[in-house]
């Protein structure tokens, strides 16, 4: 079975610093997929962010980078230069090669960007 | 390249009566989900088809909930009769056969209220 944790509800962070979202996540397959994603107000599901598990290098889009550290288990979000714009709901969520491509999903981090 | 289109966007109705949900997935794409969002939660997979079959239906409450694919493309998510707890988003996301890192693609949801 597969179990992603995002233990920060909720998180504040001052407009043009950087933030860091946690996230671990717990798997029995060798091979594995992390994912990152937005959820603002309007609902829709904006893909941030993909590492794959044998990936050598921790995965970057822009102003998202994702520090992954296979050994704790953990694949946190950094977001640098927050804007007013990132504030929203962020998912961790992992596919398993053994899970049929499925998405399991933590719990959410709601952001806030004080201006 | 069309997104993931779902309707209707918001549905209220009232306990024990039925409602259904529709869904057109990007053309092309073999994988369709169904996800269960309560608020303040992360999403919960349904159901899960490939083309016409079911791959995954675990977690789909299966004495109210039904779910269909009939030719492989749309698909339709119906709840009878609905009970206070249903009340979610219901989200949609397709993929293509083998894939579930960039390809997986969410619709914008319908939002359910029973009241």
């Known amino acids: 079975a597969q179990k992603i944790t995002q233990t920060q509800p909720g998180m504040f962070v001052q407009e043009k610093e950087a933030v860091t979202l946690d996230c671990t996540y717990d798997?029995?397959?060798?091979?594995?997929?992390l994912f990152w994603y937005k959820q603002p107000s309007s609902g829709e599901m904006i893909f941030l962010i993909y590492?794959?598990?044998?990936?050598?290098q921790n995965a970057t889009e822009g102003r998202y980078s994702l520090n992954f550290q296979k050994a704790r288990k953990s694949a946190n979000l950094v977001i640098s230069a927050s804007q007013l714009g990132d504030s929203a709901m962020y998912f961790c969520a992992m596919r398993g090669n053994n899970a049929g491509n499925m998405l399991t999903f933590g719990g959410g981090t709601r952001l806030m960007v004080k201006p | 390249e069309a997104g993931v289109a779902q309707s209707p966007r918001y549905k209220i109705i009232e306990k024990r009566q039925s409602v259904a949900f529709w869904c057109n997935p990007i053309s092309g794409h073999a994988t369709l989900y169904w996800y269960q969002q309560i608020l303040g939660q992360g999403p919960k997979l349904l159901i899960q088809?490939?083309?016409?079959?079911?791959?995954?239906d675990s977690q789909l409450p299966k004495d109210r909930f039904s779910a269909e694919r009939l030719k492989g493309v749309d698909s339709t998510l119906k709840i009878q009769p609905a009970k206070l707890e249903d009340s979610a988003v219901y989200l949609c996301?397709?993929?293509?056969?083998?894939?579930?890192?960039?390809?997986?693609?969410f619709g914008s949801g319908t939002r359910l209220t029973v009241v």
């Open positions: 590492q794959g598990s044998y990936d050598q």
């Open positions: 996301a397709s993929s293509p056969a083998g894939q579930g890192a960039y390809g997986y693609t």
């Open positions: 088809f490939q083309n016409n079959g079911v791959v995954d």
């Open positions: 798997t029995s397959d060798p091979s594995y997929g």
